[in-house]
């Protein structure tokens, strides 16, 4: 990524990122996380528009999306 310029999105990181904590690399999930801070403003288009968004609001929500899946309760039907 670094020979194109790119940065991952900070779903990329976080994702990633735990996948590292789950084999026990922590090592590699600080470093990970030093390379690739979460950025603070997004740029979306709105009505055409380019318009600065804070991220504070996306970062709560992979959050969210986690504890959400962890707490989904798998029914079978007999």
Known sequence: MEGLGIRPHIFVVA?????F???????KYEKLH????????????IKGKRVRIQ???????????KERDENIEIRTRY
Do not use: A, H, I
């Open 15 to 19: 994702m990633v990122g735990d996948v």
């Open 34 to 45: 030093m390379k690739y801070p979460p950025t603070s403003w997004e740029c979306r288009f």
């Open 55 to 65: 991220v504070q609001s996306l970062l709560n929500r992979v959050n969210n999306y």
């Open 21 to 27: 904590k789950e084999l026990g690399m922590l090592d």
